[in-house]
């Protein structure tokens, strides 16, 4: 399911949806009941916020007798990173690199920012490497 970029602001714009996705990417398929657990809100709030994910495409479940597994769903998250770097304003145009024009004039102190950034984002890839290898 393809998102106006407003309304995938909208989904992701709520704090606790993203600390559920957080958590599915962090620890893999839970329960609701799980999740509200570990984020301290009821199991019907936690229902609630996962049903929006599921219709925006961002989480999936599937029946497994009584338990119902959310997991995240990579390829819609995916497609909502392209989108966002549409509408990026670095100037990247979804490169993810710095025009040379930006580099040349950014101050020491953004652009050791910049590099911690980079240097997290590489530590994340390698991560995910290491997980989908096993």
Request: aromatic share 6%; net charge neutral; with cysteine.
């Amino acid at each position: 399911m393809d998102l106006e970029v407003s309304e995938m602001f909208k989904v992701l714009a709520v704090e606790t949806r993203v600390r559920i996705l957080d958590l599915l990417k962090a620890q893999g398929p839970l329960g609701a009941k799980e999740i509200a657990r570990q984020l301290g809100i009821t199991t019907a709030a936690a229902s609630q916020h996962l049903k929006i994910l599921r219709q925006a495409g961002l989480a999936r479940s599937e029946r497994q007798g009584y338990w119902i597994p959310y997991s995240i769903n990579e390829e819609a998250l995916e497609r909502y990173r392209r989108q966002l770097t549409e509408v990026c304003s670095c100037g990247c145009r979804g490169t993810m690199k710095w025009r040379e024009q930006e580099l040349e004039n950014t101050d020491l102190e953004a652009l050791k920012k910049y590099e911690k950034d980079l240097q997290e984002e590489l530590q994340s890839v390698r991560q995910r490497i290491e997980e989908k290898s096993k």
